[in-house]
C-alpha cells in the first residue's frame, strides 16, 4: 500500500482519530489505514465509538494498513504545512515507511485483519438530514446538562428524540434540563429513545467545531444499538446507552406568573465578576439573587465574608422575589442563548427555575430547567 498526503491535509483528522484510539489495547491504538481506487480511508475505535475519515485521491497503490495513531499524528504535526508526506508499506516486514524531504520514519505495523472496525450498522438504520448549522445548536443547547458520573447511566448522554415533524434533544443530570427541538423531516423514524453517550457528543462538538459550512448536510442514522453521522469527509458511529430515559416532561413547570426577562450578556458579565470571589471556594460556590422593580442585584460572598455586588437592569413582573443559584448551571443555560434576551420563571425560592427565549425563533423552540440552591 502507498499513499500521499501534506500536513494541512491530515493534520487535524489525524488529532480527532487519535484521541478516539484506545491506549488499553494494542490493535485499538493503531489506525486501520485502507485504499480502494484514489481515495484513503483512516479509522479510530475504542468500540464503543468509531471515526472514520476519508482522503480523497490520495491512494497511490491499494491495500490496508495499521499505523500507530498518537505517535503517526506526532511525526505528522512536526512537518512544514505544504511538505508532501509520503506513506508506504515495506515490502516482506512488518513497517511502514513514512517520508517527507530528508526526514525518514519505519513505524511498526500490526495486522489490519485484527482492527476491529465497526463497518456498518448491521440493524439497517433509519436516515434523516439536516444543516450543520442546526445539528450544532441541538448538541451544543443541551450538552452542558449531561450528567458526568451517575449511576443511572442514562442520564450520562443526550436524548435524541424523533418527533411528529421535529426532531427533540434532551440532556439532564437531576439538577438541571436542556431541551431543544428543530423543525426536520422525521415522520420515517421509528418513535423510541436514542440515547448518545457523553463520550460521543464529545466527539460530535469536536467534529463540528472543524466543518466551517453552515449549510452543509449533516446525515444522522438511526439504528437499534448504533446512532451514526456522517459531517464532510467523517463517519462517526457511537454505540447506544441502554436504559430508559425519565419522563422528563414532568420536571418542566409551566410559566409561573413571577417573569423576569434578562439581557444574557449582562447577566453574564455580571456572573463573572461576581464569582470572582468564589475561586477556590468551592463548598460556597452560590450566588444570591435579589428580583425586584428596580432591576437585578446580584451578590456573591466567600467563606472570608468578602463579597461581591451587581446591580444591573431586569423587567420584573409578578412581585419581588429572591432565589440562589449554582452560577456555573444559570451561566451554561445563558450562553447558548440565541436572542440575547431570556424569561426566567419563579415561583418561590425552594421550586425549580422554568427559562425560556424572550422571543420566538421560528422552526426552533428550547426550554430549560435550573434547580435553585437550598440552604
Avoid at 516482506?92 to 505495523?109: E, M, W, Y
Avoid at 420536571?251 to 456572573?271: G, K, M, N, Y
Avoid at 426566567?344 to 422571543?359: K, N, P, Q, T, Y
Wanted: charged share 25%; net charge negative.
Amino acid at each position: 500500500m502507498k499513499f500521499h498526503f501534506t500536513k494541512e491535509d491530515l493534520e487535524k483528522p489525524l488529532q480527532r482519530l487519535s484521541m478516539i484510539a484506545s491506549k488499553s489495547d494494542p490493535i485499538l491504538s493503531t489506525l486501520l489505514v485502507e485504499s480502494a481506487g484514489s481515495d484513503v480511508s483512516l479509522t479510530a475505535t475504542d468500540l464503543m465509538r468509531q471515526i472514520r475519515f476519508n482522503l480523497a485521491g490520495a491512494s497511490l497503490d491499494e491495500g490496508r494498513i495499521t499505523l500507530p495513531a498518537r505517535k503517526f499524528h506526532e511525526i505528522v504535526r512536526t512537518f512544514p504545512s505544504e511538505a508532501p508526506i509520503e506513506v508506504e508499506e515495506m515490502k516482506g516486514a512488518d513497517f511502514i515507511r513514512v517520508k517527507s524531504g530528508k526526514s525518514r520514519f519505519k513505524l511498526h505495523s500490526l495486522n489490519p485483519d485484527k482492527f476491529p472496525a465497526l463497518d456498518a450498522m448491521e440493524e439497517k438504520p433509519e436516515r434523516m438530514q439536516i444543516p450543520v448549522r442546526d445539528f450544532r445548536l441541538l448538541v451544543k443547547g443541551v450538552a452542558a446538562s449531561m450528567a458526568k458520573d451517575d449511576v443511572r447511566t442514562y442520564l450520562c448522554g443526550c436524548l435524541f428524540e424523533p418527533l411528529d415533524g421535529c426532531l427533540q434533544v434532551v440532556a439532564t443530570d437531576g439538577h438541571r434540563l436542556a431541551k431543544c427541538s428543530i423543525e426536520a423531516p422525521c415522520q420515517s423514524l421509528p418513535s423510541r429513545n436514542f440515547i448518545v453517550p457523553r463520550d460521543a457528543i464529545g466527539d460530535l462538538l469536536g467534529l463540528l467545531s472543524i466543518e466551517k459550512d453552515e449549510e452543509r448536510v449533516v446525515e444522522m442514522q438511526f439504528g437499534d444499538r448504533h446512532f451514526g453521522v456522517t459531517i464532510g469527509d467523517y463517519q462517526f458511529l457511537t454505540g447506544l446507552l441502554d436504559g430508559k430515559y425519565p419522563n422528563y416532561e414532568r420536571i418542566v413547570p409551566a410559566p409561573t406568573e413571577r417573569r423576569v426577562q434578562i439581557d444574557t450578556q449582562e447577566v453574564l458579565d455580571a456572573l463573572t465578576r461576581a464569582t470572582l470571589l468564589l475561586l477556590g471556594h468551592d463548598e460556597k460556590r452560590l450566588v444570591h439573587f435579589h428580583f425586584s422593580q428596580k432591576g437585578l442585584h446580584i451578590t456573591a460572598q466567600n467563606d472570608l465574608n468578602e463579597n461581591s455586588d451587581e446591580y444591573i437592569p431586569a423587567h420584573v413582573t409578578g412581585g419581588d422575589c429572591e432565589i440562589l443559584f449554582n452560577p456555573d448551571y444559570l451561566r451554561d443555560v445563558l450562553e447558548v442563548s440565541r436572542t440575547g434576551a431570556m424569561n426566567l420563571f419563579i415561583l418561590d425560592a425552594g421550586s425549580v427555575v422554568r427559562i425560556d427565549e424572550a422571543s420566538t425563533i421560528e422552526k426552533w423552540a428550547s426550554t430549560y430547567v435550573v434547580m435553585p440552591v437550598t440552604l
